[in-house]
């Protein structure tokens, strides 16, 4: 019988897998490495949140810290590379 936890965390990490299903979509379109990159962070994000719901355990484990350090430097990398791009002087 599910609880009311595991429900919430599936639905999150759903949600996750979904936003990173929209970054991927607009990677496609202009291959972009930030968009593939926020979508490789969601993805991430969205399998932890589900590896969480199926391990019943607290997610103040170690273990589940790496994945989301992961994540927010993919995400500190992708804007990085962003913004230095932009600084670029076109010619």
Known sequence: ???????LTGAVAMAF??????FLRFWVR??????????????????????????RT????????VPRLLTFVLIIVAVAIK???SRRPRT
């Open 17 to 22: 897998l979904v936003v990173a299903l929209f």
């Open 30 to 55: 202009t291959r972009d490495a930030f968009f593939a990159l926020f979508a490789a962070a969601f993805a991430i994000y969205g399998l932890s949140q589900f590896a969480l719901g199926w391990a």
């Open 83 to 85: 913004n230095r791009a």
């Open 1 to 7: 019988m599910a609880t009311l936890t595991s429900v």
């Open 58 to 65: 607290s997610e103040f484990e170690p273990l589940f810290y």
